[in-house]
């Protein structure tokens, strides 16, 4: 483990994606928000003194949000400082006696925001909520997936202000308290000297060197006590590393088993393509076989109708011998009509050459006839002329 510019931790890229995932809680087989997994958090990113100061730290209250940070550029726009929701979470500090906000997006810590009296946690919308860090010179943002969230996250901030300001008052007092003792104490060590014959001044200074005595053997008890606690803390810390280890080649078995797996399946689904092209395959044949039927179905039928004509025609080549006969006896009696039909056109050749004949002397006859006629009329005036003749010759008698 070593130390960036910024004095954060850097880790391998083993850590980072067990820690990212412990944190997500997709790995840690508890959950990322119990003790144990904050305490083997602590063990990976704290030295074995720092160690001590994370483990006076317990969380109080948590809760899942969307984390923003104002622009520090423009002082208005939010900024997300995490892609998701994530934990957010109350830690007292029992040594200090004092109380932070505290959220971790995989090894990032993203808030780090101590609380005292003077903050104030303001709800900007029903889901939505702020608070101002003079020390981070930052605002923080939280969105909740519900109002009820939302309320409960500030009742607790007001509840740690609450406490915060407490504390303070109290250490307050005390240093006020411790003052007043450390300047009666100076007064009393002047006074001695002063009054080194007097009997119930030097009965006040032992009673209080008594007291300073048991101070010092108590304050020698709890350094003890200390020393006990950090070299437990140590070897709490050397399991956690144990099994820290055990944990990463736990994730590397995983990983081949993850490998093994993942090759396994990429098989099935080579065979899975392969059987499903067989199917595939199948269907066609059973398409074909389907088309097959029904072109076997239709030529069974067109047989049928083949075989009713062949009966058909078997029948009538029972009547053929008839038909034979009677096709002869027609033939015999066309044949008849046919010498019929010729000698009849014979007679009509004949009779057209006499008609013909006959129009040739009707047609002479005719000319003869004009001529007769011509011939008759001449005779026909000169009988008039004779009459009129004679007419006038009776007339003249």
């Given amino acids: 483990m070593g130390v960036g510019m910024k004095g954060e931790p850097q880790y391998s890229h083993e850590l980072d994606s067990l820690l990212d995932e412990c944190t997500r809680g997709t790995f840690c087989p508890l959950s990322p928000l119990s003790p144990l997994c904050v305490l083997g958090f602590a063990a990976l990113t704290l030295p074995a003194e720092g160690l001590i100061n994370h483990l006076r730290e317990q969380p109080i209250f948590t809760t899942r949000a969307h984390v923003f940070q104002i622009d520090p550029s423009t002082k208005k726009n939010w900024v997300p400082a995490s892609k998701q929701a994530v934990t957010v979470s ?153 099994a820290l280890q055990e944990s990463a080649a736990s994730v590397e078995q995983w990983k081949r088993q993850f490998s093994i797996c993942r090759d396994e399946n990429d098989r099935l689904r080579t065979k899975i393509d392969e059987l499903e092209e067989q199917c595939s395959e199948i269907d066609r044949e059973k398409e074909r076989n389907t088309q097959l039927k029904r072109r076997i179905e239709e030529l069974e039928l067109e047989l049928r109708e083949k075989e009713t004509e062949l009966k058909d025609l078997r029948k009538q080549s029972e009547i053929i011998p008839q038909l034979m006969s009677e096709c002869e006896y027609v033939s015999e009696k066309l044949e008849a009509a046919e010498r019929d039909n010729q000698n009849l056109e014979d007679k009509v050749r004949s009779l057209k050459t006499d008609i013909e004949e006959s129009k040739y002397r009707q047609r002479h006859l005719k000319v003869e006839l004009k001529s007769f006629l011509d011939v008759l009329d001449g005779k026909i005036d000169d009988l008039h002329d004779l009459r009129r003749g004679l007419s006038k010759l009776g007339a003249d008698n």
Avoid: C
């Fill in 90 to 242: 109350y830690f007292y500090d029992v040594t200090r006696n004092s109380y932070r906000i505290i959220s971790v997006d995989g090894a990032k810590v993203i808030i780090n925001s101590t609380i005292t009296p003077n903050m104030t946690f303001t709800k900007t919308s029903q889901k939505f909520g702020q608070w101002a860090d003079s020390r981070a010179n930052t605002v923080f943002g939280l969105g909740f997936s519900s109002e009820q969230q939302l309320t409960k996250f500030a009742e607790k901030f007001q509840e740690v202000k609450e406490a915060a300001r407490l504390a303070r008052d109290k250490s307050q007092e005390k240093i006020e308290t411790s003052s007043d003792h450390s300047q009666a104490s100076s007064v009393n060590g002047t006074d001695d000297e002063k009054a080194s014959h007097v009997g119930p001044a030097d009965t006040h200074l032992k009673s209080e060197n008594d007291k300073l005595k048991i101070a010092l053997t108590q304050s020698a008890a709890n350094v003890k006590k200390w020393e006990m606690e950090l070299q437990t803390l140590r070897e709490s810390n050397a399991r956690l590393t144990a």
